[in-house]
Structure formats: structure tokens, C-alpha cells
């Protein structure tokens, strides 16, 4: 646990493997210089934008993980970010190493509450060795006043696998880049994403899906809901590079619109230089289906009520894909306790069948 940047519990059970290496990104830099140096800010360089260059300068907080070599790490790994610190800036960056054949999965979660200024410009990077399988999930709550600059990039060996799911419910403004680059014969990349702005929040989403090599296979599914005045767009590029033949990708964004002053555009591209692939995208908006809304009012549930249940109907395509209990009831419970709070519960006029 981080509090404003500044690592304040840290706890490994016991029983894990014993050269499993988690802990704060600044303590790991300072002890084991030989495990971070040859990975942190390699996928993320400095010099790639002017925001990745004020990170490296303020880097403060983070976690780093090195996952050994054919080392499975049975409990998930979490890792949680609070900020309650109004007009601070912090700069945290996630490390995670896992070595050829071995498996992991982390949970990094930021939270705060409602701040009248914050900024968090966050960095992740991720690196599958070949055979190995990495779970990452991203659940992102900050509060209203907090501006939200979110990188991930992330490269898969051979034969390796690499399933992330990004969260997105808080902050008045966030961007968040996902990219995975297929760097290796036989990886696969699942890419899933959830998230539901409200009043007037506006969300920039990014992803690439990067196919270097041959024989490779990315599938992206991205899902949002709006209401009241709230902005989403989405932007999607999958580049299929000269060497990745027998590709296989696709991409597609779905977005629900809850109230006529939302707004979500949702841009999928396609750059495809090889010949023998197998590619696809497709994105939608729309308005919630107002014949659910009746039939469901018409049972006596309040409009409010109903949407929360067409909602969490309309993200359960995405949860579904989440194969481990732990990690899904946990993604399950931050989206209905969101819709809670942005649905709410309050008393309406019901409807007669």
C-alpha cells in the first residue's frame, strides 16, 4: 500500500516462491539495481513525450515485480495507491518482470477521494518472457479533481500469453494508453476494458495492438457507459507489420449512452502490411434499449434501478473472459459498487404493465 507516493505497508506471504522480488519500484532500484536497470523505462522511454519525460524526472512510488524463471505464483499479487493529498502531483510507475515460463497475476489499483486539484501521470510496464501467462488488471478510482495520464506497454515472447484488463471509473479528466507489442512467434494478447463516466467526466482511451512477429494472436474488447454530460472516445490501432503473417486480431468497442447530453465516439483503425492475416474491428454507440427500461419498470423496478442491471449486463461480456474467481468477484464488486453510486438507488415513478 502507497500512500501520496510513499510506500506505508508492505506485506509477502510467507509461502510464496522465495526469489519472487515485490516491492516499492524506488526501494528496488536502490537494492537490486541488476534486476530493474535493464527493464525500467525501456517499453516507455523518457524522451517519448513530454509527459513521459515529467515522469522520469518526478518518478515517486510504484511497485516492481520479478517473477524467476518457470515460477508459478499461485495468489494474485496487489498493489494499491491512495492519494488524498490535494494539488499534489505524483508519478508512480509499475515494473513487472516475468521470466520465461513462469506465471503471475497483479492487481494495481489507485484510489483517492474527491480533491478539489491531483494529478497522477502513471507508467506500467510489462515484460512476458517467452511461455510464460501474466494477468494484469488495472482498476483506476480516483476522485473528482484528479487528472489522470495512465501509460501501459507491454511485450510478449514466444508461445507467451499476456491478459490484461483495464477499469476505469474515477477522475475528472484521464487518458489511458494500452499497448501490447507481439514481439515473438506464438504470443497471444487479450486486451479488455471497462468503464462508466458520469456529471462531466471525460475519458480518453487508447490501444495498439503491435504485430511484430508471425503466428501471433491479439483480441482487444473495450465497453463503456455514459450519462449525464460526461465525454468518452475511444481510438484503436492494430498495425500488422510485413513479418506477421498468419495474424490474427481483432478489435471492438462498445459504447452505451445513458442520457442525451453524453457523448462517445469510438475510432478503430486497421494498418495491415502483411498479406495472409485475419483481421477485424468494429465499435458501436447507442442509447440504452428503452424497451428493456419499460419491461423492467413495468416489473416495478425504478429507471434508475433498471439501468444499473442493463448496465452490469452490458459489462458481464467482459468479466465473463476473466477466468480466475478472485480476480473477477473483485473486478464484479468495483463495477457494481461504481454503478451504486452512479446510478443511485433513489425512488421513481414505476410503470404498469
Not at 518526478?58 to 517473477?67: A, D, E, K
Not at 454507440?285 to 416495478?300: C, H, K, Q, T
Request: net charge negative; glycine share 8%; aromatic share 8%.
Amino acid at each position: 500500500i502507497q500512500h501520496n507516493s510513499t510506500t506505508t505497508i508492505a506485506h509477502l506471504d510467507p509461502t510464496m516462491h522465495a526469489d519472487l522480488h515485490f516491492e516499492g519500484i524506488d526501494a528496488a532500484v536502490a537494492d537490486h539495481p541488476e534486476l530493474v536497470e535493464p527493464y525500467l523505462h525501456r517499453l516507455v522511454p523518457a524522451d517519448r513525450t513530454k509527459f513521459t519525460a515529467l515522469h522520469a524526472a518526478f518518478r515517486t512510488g510504484g511497485t516492481f515485480v520479478h517473477v524467476p524463471r518457470d515460477t508459478a505464483i499461485e495468489l494474485p499479487l496487489q498493489a494499491l495507491t491512495y492519494l488524498d493529498a490535494d494539488g499534489a502531483a505524483i508519478f508512480p510507475h509499475t515494473l513487472l518482470v516475468v521470466e520465461a515460463g513462469a506465471e503471475v497475476t497483479f492487481i494495481d489499483r489507485y484510489v483517492s477521494p474527491d480533491l478539489e486539484r491531483a494529478f497522477s501521470n502513471a507508467i506500467t510496464e510489462i515484460y512476458v518472457g517467452d511461455g510464460a501467462h501474466v494477468r494484469y488488471v488495472s482498476i483506476q478510482e480516483w476522485g473528482s479533481g484528479v487528472t489522470h495520464l495512465g501509460i501501459q506497454r507491454a511485450t510478449v515472447g514466444r508461445d507467451a500469453t499476456l491478459r490484461t484488463l483495464n477499469i476505469g471509473f474515477g477522475a475528472s479528466l484521464a487518458r489511458a494508453e494500452a499497448e501490447t507489442v507481439l514481439a515473438a512467434p506464438g504470443g497471444f494478447s487479450e486486451m479488455l476494458g471497462v468503464f462508466f463516466a458520469d456529471e462531466d467526466q471525460h475519458f480518453d482511451h487508447r490501444s495498439i495492438q503491435d504485430h511484430v512477429a508471425p503466428n501471433c494472436t491479439s483480441d482487444l474488447l473495450y465497453k463503456g457507459a455514459l450519462r449525464d454530460h460526461s465525454r468518452a472516445v475511444y481510438s484503436g490501432w492494430v498495425h500488422v507489420r510485413p513479418d506477421a503473417q498468419k495474424t490474427n486480431a481483432m478489435q471492438t468497442s462498445r459504447n452505451i449512452v445513458l442520457s442525451e447530453h453524453a457523448k462517445a465516439d469510438a475510432i478503430p483503425n486497421l494498418e495491415i502490411e502483411a498479406n495472409d492475416v485475419r483481421c477485424g474491428h468494429a465499435a458501436s454507440v447507442g442509447p440504452v434499449d428503452e424497451d428493456a427500461i419499460f419491461y423492467l419498470m413495468s416489473r416495478g423496478i425504478p429507471r434508475t434501478e433498471a439501468e444499473r442491471l442493463i448496465v452490469s449486463g452490458f459489462f458481464q461480456e467482459v468479466l465473463d473472459r476473466v477466468k480466475i474467481d478472485e480476480v473477477r468477484e473483485g473486478a464484479e464488486k468495483a463495477i457494481q459498487d461504481e454503478l451504486a453510486q452512479g446510478l443511485g438507488t433513489q425512488a421513481e415513478p414505476k410503470v404498469s404493465a
